[in-house]
T-cell receptor
Framework: GAVVSQHPSWVICKSGTSVKIECRSL??????MFWYRQFPKKSLMLMAT?????????EQGVEKDKFLINHASLTLSTLTVTSAHPEDSSFYIC??????????FGSGTQLSVL | GQQVMQIPQYQHVQEGEDFTTYCNSS?????IQWYKQRPGGHPVFLIQ?????EVKKQKRLTFQFGEAKKNSSLHITATQTTDVGTYFC???????????FGTGTLLAVQP
């Protein structure tokens, strides 16, 4: 099956620093990638939809300047959490959709901001 | 953000018992998808239902799409410990084809 690689798996950072998370589709071209956030024992909350070569579409309540999304190629999207604070600590998961329209998920990134 | 309601939130069963989770939407859906997320893992696609009243089976799992295409259910027959995890339904959200996840049902299976 299709593989989506997400890196890093976990990251610990100091408050005020920025963290970049990468999401790569390894064996298919992802025209659309989605970024989700998940709190413990909660559902996945969609943050933004990323289309290759265009600006991301953010969900209501998600700060564009805080969560920078770049989808520079058909196989790579990045999410940068800028000036991270403890309340940004969460599990971030990307997913990618290709020609088959199925959604494949990365393994997620656990972010802890101290 | 937008979410789809699922019930129950949590279900604890003895191994061998059946389990059902229900998903309800306020709008008519073009399709609905189901995912399973193991503890510590990421969601894995299970199935997509498209037609009104559709029923699909995968071994011990039975998926159903309501006649009005506003609700769906997942039924597991004779649960096993490997069924442990959170089951999410997901619905397409508007013209951008984004996927909106349900609130999820956490299934615990006691051996």
């Amino acid at each position: 099956g299709a593989v989506v690689s997400q890196h890093p798996s976990w990251v610990i950072c100091k408050s005020g620093t920025s963290v970049k998370i990468e999401c790569r589709s390894l064996d298919f071209q992802a025209t659309t990638m989605f970024w989700y956030r998940q709190f413990p024992k909660k559902s996945l909350m969609l943050m933004a939809t990323s289309n290759e070569g265009s600006k991301a579409t953010y969900e209501q309540g998600v700060e564009k300047d805080k969560f920078l999304i770049n989808h520079a190629s058909l196989t790579l999207s990045t999410l940068t959490v800028t000036s991270a604070h403890p309340e940004d600590s969460s599990f971030y998961i990307c997913s990618a959709r290709g020609a088959t329209k199925k959604l494949f998920f990365g393994s997620g990134t656990q972010l802890s901001v101290l | 953000g937008q979410q789809v309601m699922q019930i129950p939130q949590y279900q604890h069963v003895q191994e061998g018992e059946d389990f059902t989770t229900y998903c309800n939407s306020s709008t008519t859906l073009s399709n609905i998808q189901w995912y399973k997320q193991r503890p510590g893992g990421h969601p894995v696609f299970l199935i997509q239902l498209v037609k009104s009243g559709e029923v699909k089976k995968q071994k011990r799992l039975t998926f159903q799409f309501g006649e009005a295409k506003k609700n769906s259910s997942l039924h597991i027959t004779a649960t096993q410990t490997t069924d442990v995890g959170t089951y999410f339904c997901a619905e397409p959200g508007g013209a951008t084809n984004k996927l909106i996840f349900g609130t999820g049902t956490l299934l615990a299976v006691q051996p």
